[in-house]
């Protein structure tokens, strides 16, 4: 049981190139959360699940897209990344809620 | 949008001693969750208050939450190297839509010297 996992773990990031980070769960939970971390911000949710073909907006959504496809995958897409998107990416899975588990985090360098 | 402030947002102990963290909320409190990050890790689930006047424990670890429910205090007694990390706490957002949407605050950072 690997819990929730992301992919990759890092990486750098040209201004205006597009890339997606993969979150998966083995957990059969229904939800699913993406969260940036910035200093002195704390966790911030862009975007959010609560079901296989579902997705919702959270607190920062602009300039990401999501989809959840498969209940146990949840993917972040960066259309033409920006320097803002700076940050380290985790992805959490509830059900139900509210406990959320986290997966380790990406950490994505956009230059 | 509901903002959580944590104090102090950085401590230093020797360990052994005890400490204590806050975490005030501007409004009250549905449910607040407790949880401890390491250093270029994930977060690690702790402890979730949802009544006024709770409190739980685990191991040397205790939170609190007021009777106001605005705010929450996690208490670690007899601090060990092990404990050292960053200490968020989570907050149900104001509105609810069935999806706990947690809103954090920005941390704690522990260091615990030996």
Redesign the interface.
Known sequence: NAGVTQTPKFRVLKTGQSMTLLCAQDMNHEYMYWYRQDPGMGLRLIHYSVGEGTTAKGEVPDGYNVSRLKKQNFLLGLESAAPSQTSVYFCASSYPPPTQYFGPGTRLLVL | ?QE?EQSPQSLIVQEGKNLTINCTSSKTLY?L?W?KQKY??????LM?LQKGGEEKSHEKITAKLDEKKQQSSLHITASQPSHAGIY?C?A?GEEQ???????????TRLTVIP
């Open positions: 949008s959580l449910g969750y949880y270029g890790e994930g977060l690690i689930f979730m968020l989570g149900d839509t069935g999806a706990n949407n947690l809103f954090f605050g920005t941390g």
